[in-house]
């Protein structure tokens, strides 16, 4: 196995006796200031030690250091994952490590749906028919029962977990093959809806809504969130949110962008809040905060972003001339990804960078590391020991 692997493997027996004779709360706080790479490391030593950091990952199950980047990369031959941990961002000449996919054989080409709750979500991308839920620490995964076939369909799919009901659930909305892409209209739509630890997909109706494929959904709130694709004769689009417990679609209310009325936007959650990031001219972006939820008056315009260049995309020109990927040709120009405790927002260009930015200097700062793809789609995951079986045990 190759030793950037998230598993490396170890020859020498570890001393256990100085680790077991510190204070329970000491194990407890050392354990939470780990990053989740050596928090695996830590769970794979032995029965003891494996039994401790669960009972850690439970007390504080919210740990930042438990977050990670994932990089997804569909280029040049397979798809592969890779992944670096969030601490590394204050340090210098980190390696990004990869991901075994353990399905790889039977999916080579796939998207990434979303990440909820240490899992992955993965659908196959060329023929999408194959929905796979996956952590890529534990290397627990299942493939979903396929649903009722369609005519080439257009498949969007999301993954969310509410916090009353307890229940993480995939939820796919097929678009038939026979609306006018231009004026925006399908002959049929279908929703449904797998709730993991259950056996079948069911089937919830329609939704009146086109929501495009390749973006990830916001989820907050126990809801999923996707913005619309313009209408006919009504070019705006529009935010849908999706109750993972009443199983029911909402229209939540945008910002008032005044003359971007109709502009582009995409959607993130910063400090648990549903944000939109608004694509301004010249390459300038806003970011409006609802500050409180599904309250239209809330949005606040908080972020002002100005146009950058990264040093990577001034050599696109020439890198990119022969490439083909999915990930970047429906990729943006700048994507917020999320916000760090120091305030920080970190942004993707277009698939091929990463960057850094501080609102209070408004300066930017290139961020990379050693073995990162040279392009990619950016999930930001919170790793985990959840099992896949333990949802079916609920």
């Keep these: 196995m190759p030793s950037n692997s998230v598993f490396p493997l170890h020859n020498k027996k570890p001393n256990l006796h100085q680790m077991d004779n ?28 494996r039994l401790l950091a669960q009972h850690t990952q439970d007390f504080d199950h919210e740990n930042e250091n438990f977050r990670c980047l994932i990089f997804h990369c569909d280029f040049p031959i397979r798809n592969q994952l890779y992944f670096v941990d969030f601490p590394a961002f204050t340090q210098h000449k980190y390696s990004v490590k990869r991901i075994f996919t353990p399905f790889a054989a039977t999916m080579p080409e796939y998207d990434v749906v979303g990440s909820c709750n240490g899992f992955l979500c993965l659908s196959d991308s060329l023929y999408n028919d194959k929905l796979f839920v996956y952590n890529p620490f534990t290397r627990d995964y299942l493939e979903l029962p396929k649903t009722k076939e369609f005519s080439n369909p257009d498949v969007v799919c999301g993954i969310g977990f509410h916090p009353q009901t307890k229940h993480l659930k995939v939820v796919k909305i097929v678009y038939s093959r026979g609306f006018r892409r231009i004026q925006r209209r399908f002959h049929h739509s ?90 301004c001219s010249h390459g300038k972006m806003e970011i409006w905060v609802m500050k409180q939820y599904g309250v ?28 083909v990927s999915k990930i970047v040709l429906r990729g943006r120009i700048v994507r917020v990804v999320c916000i760090l405790k120091s305030g920080e927002i970190l942004l993707e260009y ?45």
């Design 296 to 323: 239209k008056e809330s949005w606040v315009k908080s972020f002002n972003i100005g146009s950058y260049m990264p040093k990577a995309l001034k050599q696109e020109a020439t890198e990119m001339s022969f490439k």
């Design 22 to 49: 510190l204070p329970h709360d000491v194990l407890l706080h050392i354990l939470s200031r780990l990053p989740i790479s050596s928090f695996i490391q830590f769970h794979c030593v032995c029965r003891s030690w």
């Design 350 to 394: 277009r698939n091929r960078a990463l960057v850094l930015f501080d609102p209070n200097s408004g300066k930017f700062k290139d961020v990379s590391f050693e073995g990162m793809p040279n392009w990619f789609q950016t999930v930001v995951h919170l790793g985990s020991l959840n099992r896949i079986d333990a949802l079916f045990e609920q």
């Design 190 to 279: 279908e929703v449904q809806v797998f709730t993991l630890g259950s056996c079948n997909w069911r089937s919830i109706g329609r939704i009146s809504h086109h929501v495009a494929q390749g973006q990830s959904p916001a989820v907050v709130k126990g809801r999923l969130h996707w913005v619309s694709l313009p209408r006919r004769h009504h070019l705006g689009r529009t935010i849908v949110s999706f109750d993972l417990a009443s199983e029911e679609f909402i229209d939540i209310p945008k910002p008032d962008f005044g003359s971007l009325s109709r502009c582009n936007f995409h959607l993130v959650i910063l400090n648990d809040c549903l944000s939109a990031a608004v694509y």
